[in-house]
């Protein structure tokens, strides 16, 4: 059964940073694309960051871009989220979900989901 498992959230004060982890199981995973997302108390779920199954393509938010990084590596089954300079609006829950025939924004086109982790951001 193919699994996705998010880990690193956590509190953290503003300026600081978190690395957010997504292993796979069950999964090629070499094969599959992968997104990170978050989502806020009330409000809808919002694509942060892509990368593609090779490790190339990354994209980013425009909120995010400049410090946030993405990266993979295939040889762990694992994904990885670099947030630098954290701002309170980052807080929220945040989730992995891979794909092996999309790679954009629309949450809705990944069929699989980690189980997201929070991320809190203090003044």
């Known amino acids: 059964q193919a699994q996705l498992v998010d880990s690193g959230g956590g509190l953290v004060q503003a300026g600081g940073s978190l690395r957010l982890s997504c292993v796979a199981s069950?999964?090629?995973?070499?094969?599959?694309?992968i997104g990170w997302f978050r989502q806020a108390p009330g409000k809808e779920r919002e694509f942060v960051a892509g990368i593609g199954w090779s490790g190339g393509s990354a994209s980013y938010a425009d909120h995010v871009k400049g410090r946030f990084t993405i990266s993979r590596d295939n040889a762990k089954n694992a994904a990885y989220l670099q947030m630098n300079s954290l701002v309170s609006e980052d807080t929220a829950v945040y989730y992995c979900?891979?794909?092996?025939?999309?790679?954009?924004?629309?949450?809705?086109?990944?069929?699989?989901w980690g189980q997201g982790t929070q991320v809190t951001v203090s003044l």
């Open positions: 069950g999964l090629t995973f070499s094969l599959n694309n």
């Open positions: 979900a891979s794909s092996q025939d999309y790679r954009g924004t629309n949450y809705r086109s990944y069929p699989r």
